[in-house]
């Protein structure tokens, strides 16, 4: 029988519950859209990009961010719209360079798509901007091994691996997930921590997700 | 009454325990609801639903109701119809109408909350009374394209809340307060959205000289101009040129509302058309539209304009394909080919229910979607999550707020 490896310091799982905040900004061509990236509150860029995947964790893998569905559905941009999307959202640490890269995609094509900029959408169809709030509560789960982190993970919330994966890792820019963190520096494990490290969150349902996280602890347990 | 556990093996225990951990959060403070009415209405419905679950969850929530006579909520019932766009003359006498109600309320009615949430238009002017105590105006109408004289109105007590809810974010301006995104909810519980037994679905139909020998395809809604029951016939008469199918028109009676009767009328008029038509004047019976939903192949909902449409919510509970109007809160239930069809014409609700009728595997599929769609974003559980989010959201300001 293998000997169970305390961690240096536990891991606590948390949950994050979010409610959206309205701030009356809207856009209805591709030109407000960019001015409007451009300035609003990082919460809002956040928000945009991950509410589908949380809403439509059942329609993964490829969630479209909300720029990238309005601008096809809404603008009949597709070009456009297929180039929001596969904006890698996990190579970006930090909501300012993804905001970045989203009103870079959105210059380029308009500078070589001038008829672009006449496109409006109808009344009642503009882009709302929305703030996502997020409210973090500690759960009671706290663990100091891989065998009571695997057996937690399976009935933890969506709401706590949601937090530990992409919030932590972009909205606190924290660089990495936590659960790689904690296994890297508080387990020593660092190939899981790697491969846990490596995989992208954005093209896999959060059960997915999830059932592949358990899958690999299983493989370096 | 649903107890809170009966929701756990619809939503999880997870969902549940979070409700839990969120209410600790909310010991000691007391929630007052203040709307116009204990009965009728969607918001009644809700708080009826709500306030218990409230204080079996530990959040003590208490609900008053308005006093006002007939003139006050004939003029309330005006300002209804303008702030949904609707053009009717409003005169100096019916904002004197107003406040000397809502003065008789101001200094009848006491608000002890430490919360106070008051509920659409009605009862707006009672924030004049208030002190150090917290208070949100939760708005259920469809502000997005209002009569301005009414909703400046509006607006000198709007400014005075701490915070505002919306429906839908096309409902939302610009304005000093914060305001949040809140949607409605369906009670998976109640009696228009639990599971029937078959026997049930099946003698409604027969009350209704139904039979299910062709698909059914089914608008619940009152006879209103707005629900565009007449355009739900042209699209199916569009459909029915390519594919045998059958419509059911089912809505609440319209005695009272003599514009009501005006379409029942074309309603009628139009359905001599095709003897596979069938007008249903349901008197308020859950059962039966439930039962109705269930048994339909396609629902289709069809409206002009609409507060947030949870008739779409009830459908995809029941994992129904629909076809919607993209109006008010309908496109935050259905993603367009993901959870179901958007439309913006009448020929394009015949060639999406064309669709549905002749792919009944597509048609599956998107009601499953909805269903799960519903499912995560439009429960009471969700709903409940969310107010008590709001609530704490009076304390923190920050876009992180760690509990």
Same mark, same amino acid.
């Given at each position: 029988m293998t000997e169970v490896i305390k961690a240096k310091e536990p891991f606590r799982f948390y949950t994050r519950m979010h409610l959206s905040e309205l701030t009356g900004l809207k856009a209805s061509n591709l030109i407000q859209l960019l001015e409007l990236i451009?300035?609003?509150?990082?919460?809002?860029? &956040?928000?945009?990009?991950?509410?589908?995947?949380?809403?439509?964790? &059942?329609?993964?893998?490829?969630?479209?961010?909300?720029?990238? &569905?309005?601008?096809?559905?809404?603008?009949? !941009?597709?070009?456009?719209?297929?180039?929001?999307?596969?904006?890698?959202?996990? !190579? &970006?640490?930090?909501?300012?360079?993804l905001r970045q890269a989203i009103s870079i995609t959105i210059e380029g094509y308009l500078e070589e798509n001038i008829l672009a900029k006449l496109r409006f959408a109808r009344s009642g169809e503009e882009f709302y901007f929305i703030k996502s709030i997020s409210f973090i509560v500690p759960t009671s789960f706290v663990v100091y091994d891989l065998n009571s982190f695997e057996e937690v993970l399976k009935k933890i919330t969506m709401d706590s691996i949601y937090f530990h994966i992409f919030e932590a890792r972009l909205r606190l820019e924290r660089k990495n997930n936590d659960f790689s963190n904690w296994l890297e520096n508080s387990l020593g494990r660092v190939k899981l921590a790697n491969e846990i490290s490596k995989l992208d969150p954005y093209t896999r349902t959060l059960d997915g997700l999830k059932n592949k996280i358990l899958e690999l602890i299983n493989i370096y347990k | 009454m649903a107890k809170i556990e009966d929701y756990i093996p619809i939503v999880g225990e997870s969902v549940i325990n979070d409700l839990r951990l969120l209410a600790d959060r909310l010991k000691g403070r007391?929630?007052?609801?203040?709307?116009?009415?204990?009965?009728?209405?969607?918001?009644?419905?809700?708080?009826?639903? /709500?306030? =218990?679950?409230?204080?079996?969850?530990?959040?003590?929530?208490?609900?008053?109701?308005? +006093?006002?006579?007939?003139?006050?909520?004939?003029?309330?019932? +005006?300002?209804?119809? %303008?702030?949904?766009? @609707?053009?009717?003359?409003i005169t100096k006498q019916d904002f004197d109408i107003f406040m000397e109600a809502s003065n008789y309320n101001i200094n009848n009615l006491e608000t002890y909350g430490d919360i106070v949430f008051v509920?659409?238009?009605? =009862?707006?002017?009672?924030?004049?009374?208030?002190?150090?105590? $917290?208070?949100?105006?939760?708005?259920? %109408?469809?502000?997005?394209?209002?009569?301005?004289? %009414?909703?400046?109105?509006? /607006?000198?007590?709007?400014?005075?809340?701490?915070?505002?809810?919306?429906?839908? =974010?096309?409902?939302?301006? $610009?304005?000093?307060? @914060?305001?949040?995104?809140?949607?409605?909810?369906?009670?998976?519980?109640?009696?228009?959205?639990?599971?029937? =037994?078959?026997?049930?679905?099946?003698? %409604?139909?027969?009350?209704?000289k139904i039979i299910r020998n062709k698909p059914i395809i089914t608008q619940i809604s009152r006879f209103d101009r707005l629900k565009d029951p007449v355009g739900v016939i042209e699209a199916y008469l569009k459909v029915k040129k390519h594919i045998d199918c059958q419509l059911v028109l089912a809505g609440g009676s319209a005695s009272d509302d003599p514009e009501g009767l005006k379409v029942l009328e074309e309603v009628m008029e139009k359905s001599k058309l095709d003897q596979d038509i069938h007008i249903l004047l349901l008197p308020q019976n859950d059962i039966e539209v439930n039962a109705l939903q269930r048994a339909s192949d396609v629902i289709i909902q069809k409206s002009l304009k609409e507060g947030f449409g949870l008739t779409v919510a009830e459908a995809l509970w029941k994992k129904k394909p629909v076809v919607a109007s993209n109006v008010g809160g309908i496109p935050l239930q259905i993603k367009h080919k993901y959870s179901g069809l958007l439309c913006h014409s009448l020929d394009g609700a015949a060639f999406e229910l064309k669709q549905f009728l002749s792919s009944p595997a597509y048609a599956k599929k998107m009601g499953e979607n909805g269903h799960q769609h519903i499912k995560d974003n439009y429960l009471l559980t969700r709903h409940l999550r969310e107010y008590m989010l709001l609530f704490l959201s009076l304390f923190h300001k920050e876009d992180m707020v760690y509990l």
């Amino acid at each position: 029988m293998t000997e169970v490896i305390k961690a240096k310091e536990p891991f606590r799982f948390y949950t994050r519950m979010h409610l959206s905040e309205l701030t009356g900004l809207k856009a209805s061509n591709l030109i407000q859209l960019l001015e409007l990236i451009k300035r609003v509150p990082g919460s809002c860029i &956040y928000h945009h990009t991950h509410r589908f995947l949380q809403q439509h964790q &059942y329609l993964s893998p490829e969630p479209p961010n909300d720029f990238a &569905y309005w601008v096809t559905e809404i603008l009949g !941009e597709d070009e456009l719209g297929e180039k929001l999307a596969s904006i890698d959202t996990v !190579e &970006y640490t930090s909501i300012h360079a993804l905001r970045q890269a989203i009103s870079i995609t959105i210059e380029g094509y308009l500078e070589e798509n001038i008829l672009a900029k006449l496109r409006f959408a109808r009344s009642g169809e503009e882009f709302y901007f929305i703030k996502s709030i997020s409210f973090i509560v500690p759960t009671s789960f706290v663990v100091y091994d891989l065998n009571s982190f695997e057996e937690v993970l399976k009935k933890i919330t969506m709401d706590s691996i949601y937090f530990h994966i992409f919030e932590a890792r972009l909205r606190l820019e924290r660089k990495n997930n936590d659960f790689s963190n904690w296994l890297e520096n508080s387990l020593g494990r660092v190939k899981l921590a790697n491969e846990i490290s490596k995989l992208d969150p954005y093209t896999r349902t959060l059960d997915g997700l999830k059932n592949k996280i358990l899958e690999l602890i299983n493989i370096y347990k | 009454m649903a107890k809170i556990e009966d929701y756990i093996p619809i939503v999880g225990e997870s969902v549940i325990n979070d409700l839990r951990l969120l209410a600790d959060r909310l010991k000691g403070r007391l929630v007052q609801h203040i709307n116009s009415t204990a009965v009728g209405g969607g918001v009644a419905e809700i708080l009826n639903r /709500m306030v =218990p679950l409230l204080n079996e969850l530990g959040v003590n929530t208490k609900w008053d109701v308005i +006093k006002g006579g007939e003139q006050f909520f004939e003029v309330t019932k +005006k300002f209804h119809n %303008v702030l949904h766009g @609707r053009i009717e003359n409003i005169t100096k006498q019916d904002f004197d109408i107003f406040m000397e109600a809502s003065n008789y309320n101001i200094n009848n009615l006491e608000t002890y909350g430490d919360i106070v949430f008051v509920h659409d238009p009605q =009862p707006i002017a009672l924030i004049n009374k208030k002190k150090d105590n $917290k208070w949100i105006w939760r708005c259920h %109408v469809d502000v997005s394209n209002p009569y301005e004289v %009414v909703w400046d109105f509006l /607006m000198n007590f709007i400014i005075k809340y701490d915070s505002a809810v919306f429906s839908a =974010p096309s409902f939302s301006r $610009k304005l000093s307060i @914060r305001q949040f995104l809140i949607s409605p909810s369906i009670d998976p519980l109640s009696d228009k959205n639990k599971e029937l =037994p078959q026997e049930i679905i099946e003698a %409604v139909l027969n009350k209704y000289k139904i039979i299910r020998n062709k698909p059914i395809i089914t608008q619940i809604s009152r006879f209103d101009r707005l629900k565009d029951p007449v355009g739900v016939i042209e699209a199916y008469l569009k459909v029915k040129k390519h594919i045998d199918c059958q419509l059911v028109l089912a809505g609440g009676s319209a005695s009272d509302d003599p514009e009501g009767l005006k379409v029942l009328e074309e309603v009628m008029e139009k359905s001599k058309l095709d003897q596979d038509i069938h007008i249903l004047l349901l008197p308020q019976n859950d059962i039966e539209v439930n039962a109705l939903q269930r048994a339909s192949d396609v629902i289709i909902q069809k409206s002009l304009k609409e507060g947030f449409g949870l008739t779409v919510a009830e459908a995809l509970w029941k994992k129904k394909p629909v076809v919607a109007s993209n109006v008010g809160g309908i496109p935050l239930q259905i993603k367009h080919k993901y959870s179901g069809l958007l439309c913006h014409s009448l020929d394009g609700a015949a060639f999406e229910l064309k669709q549905f009728l002749s792919s009944p595997a597509y048609a599956k599929k998107m009601g499953e979607n909805g269903h799960q769609h519903i499912k995560d974003n439009y429960l009471l559980t969700r709903h409940l999550r969310e107010y008590m989010l709001l609530f704490l959201s009076l304390f923190h300001k920050e876009d992180m707020v760690y509990l």
